[in-house]
């Protein structure tokens, strides 16, 4: 199995809604990521866990709370979020955190927040 | 920002012909890499040169680095419809320390019209 999963694909909320982003992985990958990617712009990190634990935090604002609660699933939990932060996220993963080692990416989850 | 830049910003051509596209990023690197995105959603990873690595080849792609000049181009040979895409390089910059952070160049739109 070389396949990240995202779940829901699309998810529209509120701005005081809360609401979760799922990633699993079934590949024995070490490391997971969270990136955010305007319309038109290219993909930014936002968090990076290795060995399920936070090993980088990209100055995310507090409203995004990443989880990862064994080494095959990830969560990005929302709360009060922004209209500004609609956008296309990305999770991937990789077998660890040598600098050498190739990203893999899911589909991604489409997110709006009116 | 670190973020590197990509020209040209949209690249169109016709079945057949060749398509290059170029890649300039800021600071020192352990290595670069291409990846294709369709439609706004999940990047596949296409190839990656590590930074004492000059040209790289995988079936119809030929990459080229010039660390002197902190650049890269990818060439896609014989273009096909199905290769129509946005086209990002990424850098895993030298920290000097294990990190496997990517820093996405703007990005390409490339369309090949059959």
């Known amino acids: 199995d070389t396949e990240v999963t995202q779940t829901p694909k699309h998810l529209v909320m509120g701005m005081t809604n809360k609401k979760s982003l799922k990633c699993e992985q079934h590949?024995?990958?070490?490391?997971m990521y969270w990136y955010k990617q305007k319309a038109k712009k290219p993909p930014e990190l936002m968090f990076v866990y290795s060995y399920e634990k936070l090993s980088i935090n990209e100055s995310v604002p507090s409203r995004f709370s990443p989880e990862c609660p064994n080494s095959s699933l990830l969560n990005l939990h929302l709360h009060a979020l922004q209209p500004e932060d609609s956008a296309l996220y990305l999770c991937?993963?990789?077998?660890?955190?040598?600098?050498?080692?190739?990203?893999?990416f899911g589909p991604g989850t489409r997110l709006l927040v009116l | 920002s670190q973020q590197g830049e990509e020209d040209p910003q949209a690249l169109s051509i016709q079945e057949g012909e060749n398509a290059t596209m170029n890649c300039s990023y800021k600071t020192s690197i352990n290595n670069l890499q291409w990846y294709r995105q369709n439609s706004g959603r999940g990047l596949v990873h296409l190839i990656l040169i590590r930074s004492n690595e000059r040209e790289k080849h995988s079936g119809r792609l030929r990459v080229t680095l010039d660390t002197s000049k902190k650049s890269s181009s990818l060439l896609i040979t014989a273009s096909r419809a199905a290769d129509t895409a946005s086209y990002f390089c990424?850098?895993?910059?030298?920290?000097?320390?294990?990190?496997?952070?990517?820093?996405f160049g703007t990005g390409t739109l490339l369309a090949v019209q059959p």
């Open positions: 990424a850098t895993v910059p030298y920290y000097g320390g294990a990190t496997n952070k990517l820093i």
């Open positions: 991937a993963s990789s077998p660890g955190l040598a600098g050498r080692e190739t990203q893999y």
């Open positions: 590949m024995g990958h070490r490391a």
